[in-house]
């Protein structure tokens, strides 16, 4: 298939812009990726086959770019969006990949006016371990991949560039779902963002109460419910900084904790365990 | 092998009723299984070979045992301890497998005199699934089991009937631990019906941040950490009636969510995510 876009640039290495540059090149082998990162970073990436062209300037990773793919945490795709704005193409499309989308599209409307286009995008995957050594290929394969098109804008998704990079998710294995910043946001707060702070809460708390104790006999389903708890800060503290709902789910969290602390004793408990076996199935196709 | 026990009872065939079950003849192929339970619950055990002898009268089925193994909920197990007691030769053992085990002891004592001995037991396994039909003889392998060794109490461990059992409960391939039944309640508290607890509150207040958008926008990260959200209260009622530990626990995770939400825009987050790492890497045997 010949590539919609020919000349791509990734700003950024780790799992994710290293995970699409995979799984660009092995839909796409005519396309062009050039990179932006700290050396040691471009050094692995390239002994891995991820990137053609390796950039320590930004301007200069950005120049006669089609595409221009920012997988940086959120503040610094805010931060540096101006310097990427004035060294890429009129034409070109610039997207970027973060778990929160509100500032950073509020950040691009200033940054690129039209006939200039940011699309926010974020593709709902992941691994609780970073870097472009765990970029594989297949991250994209099933998951959910959210394009922003806010209301009251010029429909992004009627411009040819932003068709073009829609088929590229749906290439690279993706469900391509487009949500409005906003909403993006609140549910993310809670299908995301929320369950990685309760892991952190969780395991501190366990942690505290068992200690070592935790090694000898802790099941598989502690094991299991903690596996977000090994994910890195450096992951997550701008997207903690960032997710406008995150502080009222973690409050909504709370307020259940309390309610069926309160129902322990009581047949009424059945009702929660129903609730929460509906979500158990609608997370597993089963309803 | 031949079997330290030949005459085996398990009461209650349910998942793990049911695996120790297979456990043990899979060890033990000259050992005899009898079992109590309901009417259809002993027909599906018998179709899968899981058991020997059916009883749905309990008396019968203790009848010329020396070992009887309850699989029941904590609260029936207690209720009916005078009747098996009254069934059970003098010489035989009896253990149990409940998941706390404070209240089952205390009525243990009671119920079992020396020199009768009952010793209180918790295989630390489980699936989200309950029931025969997902009962496997390798569900002990690699898993705790703790025997409950009360202090002050004549060392159930030297007793001849207890070295058999821990025999068998290594030759299943689990790991024995012994505890006293207080710091086993509080461990457990911890460790497993506090996961337990927090997957349903955590998955309640997704399901009503996120609604159906769960179904397409949930990552891989989400489906992990619910998996314990698919248990039926049926598996969970009476241990949340007798954990004594839990309530504190629970009250314990609102104080670390409340901690690490007023931290969200702090870099000091950075230290619960290393604790949270820390008890990561300790589930792991990595550190």
Redesign the interface.
Known sequence: MSAPFHRVAILGVGLIGGSFALALRRAFPDVHVAAWDRREVLDRARQRGIIDQAFEDLAAACRDRDLVYLALPVEESIRRMPEIAAATPADSLVTDSGSTKVFVCDAARQAFPPPRLFLGGHP???K?LGGCEHASADLFSG??Y?LIQDPGSQPASQDARAGRLAGVIETIGA?L?WLDAAEHD???????H?????????????????G??????????????????????AL??DI??TSPS??E?????????????SR??S?D??E??????????????M?
């Open positions: 709902v995957t992941g609780e998951a959910s959210v469900r779902v609140r549910l993310i707060a809670f299908l995301s929320l369950p990685q702070i309760a892991a952190v809460a969780l395991a501190e708390t366990v942690l505290e109460g068992a070592e104790a935790a090694g000898s006999l802790a099941g598989p389903g502690l094991r299991d419910s903690l596996r977000l708890a090994g994910s890195p800060y997550w503290a903690c900084r995150l502080d789910a973690i409050g909504r969290l709370v307020g259940s904790l309390e309610h069926v602390r322990l004793r047949d408990l059945a929660d365990f129903q609730q929460s076996a509906r979500l158990y199935k609608i997370l597993r196709g309803e």
